[in-house]
């Protein structure tokens, strides 16, 4: 069955410090795959996505993440925090369906709270 | 460009109202979703629209109708709300495979 798992509920960081949010998915082919952020109080906003080619893939605010398809993961990181990141993060896998019906498969997500 | 529009943003309904989530988006996209999102849910689609004309049920349909009125509006029901239906509701649209353009979202609660 196709799913998404994000294995973090929270995660609290200081900032300026690294962070690494994980993703693994299980998918029958070739994943698109998807981090998006959404603000407290806010709609989602892509952060960043994977089609094909280069594994490692650069997103806005400073995100990036890579895709490992022998670990079927798409773990998303960013070298050093700020305290506007605290937000919630979600991995996204698609699309399923056929046509123009396409879907995503959604993780429950990650919460983040970044500490002064 | 206003990219997708939701209204209301906050609502409060008594059990057994019913109400229409409105949804607009100037993006010329053909597809567009209706998702709630509950603490520890994640996002869970409740009906999506492939194209103008065409909706279809998602994982949570149950207690919710949808109108695709045309290729910019995508409009959610409740029909007789529930305490249940307590949410946020997100509508969406699609800028590509896979790839999606969220509203800021409705805030329901019901009593």
């Known amino acids: 069955a196709q799913s998404v798992t994000q294995p973090d509920i929270h995660i609290t960081v200081s900032e300026g410090a690294s962070l690494e949010l994980r993703c693994n998915y299980s998918?029958?082919?070739?994943?698109?795959l998807f981090w998006y952020v959404q603000s407290p109080g806010q709609g989602l906003q892509l952060l960043l996505k994977?089609?094909?080619?280069d594994t490692l893939v650069q997103g806005i605010k400073g995100f990036e993440a890579e895709f490992k398809r022998s670990q079927s993961s798409f773990n998303l990181r960013k070298p050093s925090v700020h305290w506007s990141d605290a937000a919630e993060y979600f991995c996204?896998?698609?699309?399923?369906?056929?046509?123009?019906?396409?879907?995503?498969?959604w993780g429950l997500g990650t919460s983040l709270a970044v500490n002064p | 460009n206003a990219g997708v529009t939701q209204t209301p943003k906050f609502q409060v309904l008594k059990t057994g109202q019913s109400m229409t989530l409105q949804c607009a988006q100037d993006?010329?996209?053909?597809?567009m979703y209706w998702y709630r999102q509950d603490p520890g849910m994640g996002l869970r689609l409740i009906y999506y629209?492939?194209?103008?004309?065409?909706?279809d049920k998602g994982e949570v349909p149950n207690g919710y109708n949808v109108s695709r009125l045309n290729k910019r509006e995508f409009s959610l029901r409740l029909e007789s709300a529930a305490p249940s239906q307590t949410s946020v509701y997100f509508c969406?649209?699609?800028?590509?495979?896979?790839?999606?353009?969220f509203g800021p979202g409705t805030r329901l609660t019901v009593l």
């Open positions: 969406a649209s699609r800028i590509s495979p896979g790839e999606q353009f």
């Open positions: 993006m010329n996209h053909n597809s």
């Open positions: 629209s492939a194209s103008e004309g065409t909706t």
């Open positions: 998918y029958g082919a070739t994943p698109y």
């Open positions: 994977y089609f094909s080619g």
């Open positions: 996204a896998v698609g699309p399923y369906g056929a046509g123009n019906n396409r879907k995503l498969i």
